[in-house]
C-alpha cells in the first residue's frame, strides 16, 4: 500500500513537472532570445550540412549537446520556435523525475525517509519558478542538472547494487556532461568525496578489487564520451575558456574582494535578493518562494550538522555521507557564479546547484513534518496541513510564472519580441521583393553570418523556420552602398535612427519611410516603364 500511494504522490508531481514546462510554451516567454535563436540557426545548418559539431564557436563558444537536441526536434516536429522550446521543456521534465530517483537513492537505507524526502524535494522543483524558467527557454545550461542527477544517481546505485549496468551509465550520462555548459567542468570535485567514501566502504567490506574495476569502467567510460570535445580543446585551446575568461574576477583589479563580494551576493540569491536580469528572474526576488526558503536553510544546516558528524567520527553510513555529499555538490556549483564579477547574483551559471538546493528544501520540509507528527499526533491533521501548505506553494508559483512575471512589460523585452516582429514582418512581404536588414545594434559578431552581430539571429530563425534559408541582406550601417533594389523591396532598421534614415533616403531616393510597432521600415516600389 505504501508503494502505491507514493507511486500516486509521484505521477502527481510529474503532472504538475510537466503542466508548468508545457503550458503556453509557445506563447511563454514571448519573443526569441538571441542566444536561443543562434542555438535554433546552427541546428538546423548542422542538420541541413549533415556538420555535427562538439564545441560552436560562436557567441563566446557553445557545447554541442543542445543543438544536437534542437536539431532531432527539427527532424520530429519541423523548424519553429516551438520545437527549440520542447527541447529544454522535456529536460527539465526529465531532470524532476531524476531528482526524485537520486534522492531515494542516496537516502536508500531508510525507506521512510527517503521516500517522503524524496517526494518533498521532486514537488518543490516541479514547481519552481528558477527551474520552471530555464525550462522554457532554450538556453543549453538547463542540460547541466539534467547530466549531474542522472550521473550520481547511476554512480550511487552502481556502488550500492554492485552493478557495472549502472557504472557504465554514470560514465556515459557524466561523459555528456562535458557537452553541456561551461560550468559543468567543476563537477569532477564533486567525484573526490564519493570515491573516496566508496573506498573506505568497499575496503571496510574487503571489496576492493571490485572498487577499483567500477573505478577504471566510469572513468574509461567517461574518458571514452567525452575525448571528442577533449580533443577539440587541445586543438582549439582559446575556445576553452573563451566563455569564462571576460567575467572571471581573476582579471579584476582586486580578485579577493570581488571574490567576496560574489560569494555573499551569491549565498543571499536563494532567500533575500536574486537574480537581477528578467530573462533569469523575476528581477531581484528571491530563488526560493521565502516559505521553501526558510526549509532550504533548514536542510542545509541539518546537512552541515550530519557532515560534521561523519567528518569527526568517520562514520561509513551512506545516509550520513549523502548529507556530506549535497553539502560538497552545493558549493562546487556554485563556484562557476563566485568566480566571476558580472550579472550578480548569476542564477544561470550555478544553474548546477539546483538539485542540492531543493533536496535540502525536501529535507528541511521532512523535518517539518517530523515535528508536525510529534506535536499533533493526528495523521489527517498533519496530512491536511502538509497538503494545504504544498497547494499555496503550487498556486503562488503558479501565479508568479504565468500571471505575473509573463506579463511583465519588461520580459517582452529582455526575450526580444520586437526581433520575432521583424522576422514575422518580413516573412508576410511577397516573394518578389528584396529584403534588406540593417543590424545597427551592438552584438558580438557571428562570423558564418558575414561579422553581423547577434541580435541579427533571431530575425535570421524565423526567415529559416519559413524557407529554409536566410531571404533577407543583412548589411551593417556602414555597408548601406552595398544596397540594389531594381524593383520592389525594403529596408528594415532593426533600431529608429533619423540619421542613419536620411542616409539611406539619400542614397537610394525614391522610396516611403514608414512606422511598424516598434521599426522603421523603408518601401521602395520602382514601377516599370
Known amino acids: 500500500m505504501k508503494i502505491k500511494k507514493e507511486f500516486l504522490f509521484l505521477i502527481l508531481i510529474l503532472f504538475f513537472a510537466f503542466f508548468f514546462r508545457f503550458y503556453k510554451l509557445s506563447l511563454i516567454p514571448p519573443g526569441l532570445y538571441p542566444d536561443v535563436a543562434i542555438n535554433g540557426n546552427e541546428a538546423f545548418f548542422s542538420l541541413k550540412n549533415k556538420d555535427f559539431k562538439v564545441f560552436y564557436p560562436e557567441n563566446y563558444g557553445r557545447e554541442g549537446l543542445m543543438m544536437w537536441l534542437i536539431a532531432l526536434s527539427f527532424k520530429i516536429f519541423g523548424i519553429s520556435i516551438l520545437s527549440i522550446k520542447i527541447v529544454p521543456a522535456t529536460i527539465g521534465f526529465l531532470t524532476v523525475l531524476g531528482l526524485y530517483l537520486l534522492t531515494k537513492e542516496i537516502f536508500s537505507p531508510n525507506q521512510n525517509f527517503s521516500e517522503k524526502v524524496a517526494l518533498f524535494s521532486t514537488f518543490f522543483l516541479a514547481v519552481s519558478f528558477w527551474h520552471t524558467n530555464f525550462s522554457r ?3 543549453r545550461a538547463i542540460l547541466l542538472p539534467f547530466t549531474l542527477v542522472f550521473s550520481f544517481y547511476f554512480l550511487f546505485k552502481a556502488f550500492r547494487k554492485k552493478s557495472i549496468f549502472n557504472i557504465i551509465s554514470a560514465g556515459i550520462f557524466f561523459g555528456l556532461g562535458f557537452y553541456t555548459y561551461t560550468s559543468f567542468r567543476v563537477a569532477i570535485l564533486i567525484l573526490l568525496p564519493i570515491f573516496i ?15 577499483f574495476s567500477f573505478f577504471f569502467v566510469f572513468l574509461f567510460i567517461t574518458f571514452f564520451v567525452a575525448l571528442p570535445i577533449g580533443l577539440y580543446f587541445l586543438k582549439n585551446p582559446q575556445d576553452f575558456i573563451s566563455r569564462t575568461a571576460p567575467v572571471s574576477i581573476f582579471g579584476a583589479e ?3 574582494k570581488e571574490f567576496l563580494k560574489s560569494l555573499i551576493l551569491h549565498l543571499a540569491m536563494f532567500n533575500f535578493y536574486g537574480d537581477q536580469n528578467w530573462r533569469h528572474n523575476f528581477s531581484g526576488k528571491p530563488m526560493l518562494f521565502w516559505p521553501v526558503g526558510i526549509l532550504f536553510l533548514i536542510g542545509f544546516f541539518v546537512s552541515i550538522k550530519e557532515s560534521i558528524k561523519i567528518l569527526k567520527n568517520k562514520n561509513l553510513s551512506l545516509q550520513i555521507f549523502s548529507h556530506l555529499l549535497l553539502v560538497v555538490w552545493f558549493f562546487v556549483m556554485l563556484l562557476p557564479g563566485i568566480l566571476t564579477r558580472e550579472g550578480l547574483p548569476h542564477s544561470l551559471r550555478v544553474v548546477g546547484v539546483i538539485p542540492p538546493v531543493f533536496i ?10 517530523q515535528i508536525l507528527e510529534r506535536k499533533l499526533k493526528k495523521n489527517l491533521v498533519v496530512l491536511f496541513v502538509t497538503f494545504s501548505f504544498l497547494t499555496v506553494v503550487l498556486i503562488f508559483e ?3 510564472y504565468f500571471f505575473v512575471w509573463a506579463k511583465k512589460p519588461e520580459v517582452k523585452s529582455e526575450f ?3 526581433y520575432v516582429t521583424m522576422g514575422e514582418y518580413l516573412n508576410s512581404l511577397p516573394k518578389d521583393y528584396e529584403k534588406y536588414v540593417i543590424v545597427n545594434r551592438g552584438g558580438k559578431p557571428v562570423s558564418w553570418a558575414n561579422e553581423i552581430p547577434m541580435p541579427a539571429q533571431t530575425i535570421m530563425f524565423l526567415e529559416i523556420s519559413k524557407y529554409r534559408e536566410i531571404k533577407s541582406k543583412y548589411l551593417l550601417p556602414e555597408d548601406i552602398e552595398k544596397i540594389k533594389i531594381d524593383k520592389k523591396g525594403v529596408i528594415l532598421l532593426m533600431v529608429p535612427d533619423q540619421e542613419l534614415a536620411d542616409r539611406i533616403s539619400t542614397f537610394l531616393s525614391g522610396g516611403v519611410w514608414k512606422r511598424e510597432k516598434e521599426f522603421w521600415v523603408y518601401e521602395i516600389n520602382f514601377k516599370n516603364d
Open 137 to 139: 527557454i532554450g538556453f
Open 197 to 211: 567514501f566508496f573506498w573506505l566502504f568497499y575496503k571496510k567490506e574487503r571489496e576492493q578489487k571490485k572498487f
Open 254 to 256: 582586486n580578485p579577493v
Open 360 to 369: 535540502f528544501s525536501g529535507l528541511g520540509a521532512f523535518w517539518v513534518y
Open 398 to 400: 503558479f501565479n508568479k
Open 416 to 418: 526580444t519580441q520586437e
